[in-house]
C-alpha cells in the first residue's frame, strides 16, 4: 500500500511543475496549461485527503474534486476565449508583448 | 429441455470457468486473473473484428444493390472455383491493405501520426468491456460507473483525431478533422442526454443492471424494454440518429466527404494505419449500436418471453446486425448535409427535444401508480410530439430553399 | 509504494515535464493529456471511480480539445528564432522552493504515514442523493456559472460587428 505521503508528493510535484511554466513560458496558452496543472494538482490532494480520512463515507472530498472539475472546464473555455480575443487583437498571444493599456 | 437451452445460453460462461478450474492447478496463483482477462478478452477480439470483415462485404453488396449494380461478388475461396457469393473480397482486401506501402508525408509529424491510430483503436476496443453480450457475459461489470466508463472512452477519440489531422500537415486532413471534433462534440451532448433517461428510470449506471431494468414482463409475454415507453421510443431515435454523427456515418459523414476534403483526417495515412482507422471507425459503429441496443432494446433479453430458449448472445448478436444492416440502408438512402444543416440539427433540434425527452421521462417515471396507463401514454407522446412539430418547422424554416446560383 | 503507483506517478510527472518544457504547443497539449489519463489512473487507484472517468469526459474529452481548438486558432504566435521561455532563472527556483516547502511539511506531518483504510462504501446513489440535498446550493451555484462561462465564453470570442463586416 502507498501511504498518502506518495500521493501528496506527486501532487506537489505536479503544481511545482505547473507554477515552474506558468511563471517561465512566454505564450498565453502555455500559462492556462501550466494553471490547469495546478488545479489538477489540488484535485488529486482533495481525493487523497478523502481515500485516506477517517470518515470517507461523508464523500465530502469527491465533491470537492467534482466541483472543481467544472469550475476548471469553465475557467479554461473563458481562458481560451481570452487568449483568442487577444490574439486577434494584438496579433500574437506572448504574454509580454502585451503590454498596451490603450487600444 | 429447459436444461439444454440454459447449458446452450451459459456456454461460454462454463466453458471460461472450467477452463479457469483446470489452469489453476497447472498456473502459479498470479497469472490467473491474466488468464481470465485473457479469457474474456479473446471472443471479443475474434467476434467483432471478424463482425467487421463481414460488414464490409455485406456494405458493399447492400449499397451495390441500392444502387442497382451487384457489388463484389467475384473473390471465393484462393486456388478454387468457388465464388462465396463474393465473401471471401474481406481476405482479397486484408490482404491489399497489409502489404500496401506505408507513405508518411516527409513533413508530418512522424510520432503523432504513428500513434493516431492506435490512439482511436484502444479506446474503441475498450469500450466493449462495459458491454454485456449475454445472461452474465459482461467481461467489465462496474456496478457504479459502467455507462460513465462508456462514455469518457468515447469522448477521448475525439483527440487521435485531431491527432490524425493535425500530424498529417495537409489541410485537408486539418479541415477534416476540425469538422469531425466539432461535430463529435456536438453531438456527443444529446447522446449522452438521450441515454440518461434510461439512467434515470433504471436507477443505476452499470449496463448489466439496466438490462435487468428491461426484464420484467408485461401481459404475460411481453419483456419491458424501455422502447416500449413514449420516451423510449423517441430516445432510442435521439439516440440513434447521434450515434450515427458519433460514428461518423451518412448522412453525417462530412469529416470525410469525398467530394469536399479528399478523405478527411486520414487522407495522409495508407496501407496498415488506414485499415486500423478504418476498422477502429466500424468498432465504434458496433459499440454505439451495442450501447443502444443496451439501453433501449433490451440487451440480450428476447422481445417475447416464450422466445427465451434462444441463447442470450444470439439475441444480443441479432440485434446488433439488425441495427448494422439499418446503417447501411440509411447509408444508400439519405445524402450527406451541409456543415451549417449539421451543426443547427444538433443545437437547435435534437438538444431541445432530447431535454424535453428527459422531463417526459421524467414525469413518467412519478406517476407511474398515479396516473392510469392510456393518459399515461398520450400525455407523454403529446408532450413529445407539439414540440417535435414546432422545432421540425422552425429548422424546415431556417433551411430554406435552395438557389442554385450557378445552374439558373 | 506499489509497482503501479510508480508507474501512475511516474507518467503523470513524466508526461507534466513534457507539457511545460516541449517546444511545439500540440506536442505540449498532447503531453497534458497524459497527464489527465494518469491522473484519472491515480483516481481509480484511491477509489474514486466517478471522479476518475469524469475527469477523462471532462479534461480529454473537452478541456483538451478547446487548448488545441485555441492553438490552431492562435498559430504562428511562437516564431522559431525566439526563446519558447524567458530566462529560467525567473520562474525555476520559485518553483523548486515551494516544492521543497511542501515536501518537507508532507515528510514531517504524521498524516503522511496514514494508510487507507478499508475500500469505503460510495455509490453513485448517495452521491447524487448528496447533490441534491446538502449540496444543492453549491449545485445550483455552479450551473449558473457555468450558463454564465458559455455565454461569456461565446460573446468574449465572437467577432466585432465591424470585423464581420
Redesign the interface.
Known sequence: MTPLSGYLLVSALLFCIGLAGALTRRNAIMVLIGIELMLNAANLNFIAFWRFSEHPETQTGLMFALFSIAIAAAEAAVGLALIITIYRHFRTANVDKVEAMKG | MAEVFQAIDQFPVTLKTWLLGHAAGVMPEWALPLLSAALSITPILAVFPLLFALTTVIERKGLGRIQNRRGPNRVGIPLTNIRLAGFGQFIADGIKSLTKEDIVPRSA?KV?HFLAPIALLIPVLLTYSVLPFGRNMVPLD?P??GL??F???G??T??SV??AG?SSRNKYS?LGA?RA?AQM?SY?IPLILSALTVVMIA?T?SLSGIVESQAEVRFGFLHSWHLFTPWGLVGFFLFLTAAAAEANRTPFDLPEAESEIIAGYFTEYSGFKFAIFFLAEYLGLFAMCGLGITLFLGGWLPPFKFLGFIPSWCWFLGKLVALILLFIWLRGTLPRLRTDQLMGFAWKFLLPMTLINLFVAGLWHLSVTSVPMTVRWIGGFALLAIPYWLLGRGFEAKVGKREYRFAN | MTLSFAILAGLTVGSAVAAMSLRNLVHCALGLVLTFAGLAGLYLQLNAEFVGFTQILVYVGAVAILIVFAILLTRGTEPANEPAAVSPWAGLPVAVLAFLAMAAAVLASPVGKRLAAPVPEVSVKTLGQKLMTDYVLPLEVLALLLTAAMLGAVIIAMKDKEDLQ
Do not use: N, P, R
Request: charge should be negative.
Open positions: 509529424d503523432v462496474l457504479q460507473t460513465l466508463f462514455f469518457a472512452l469522448a477521448s475525439e483527440l485531431f491527432m493535425w486539418l476540425m471534433i462534440v456527443e436507477g449506471l
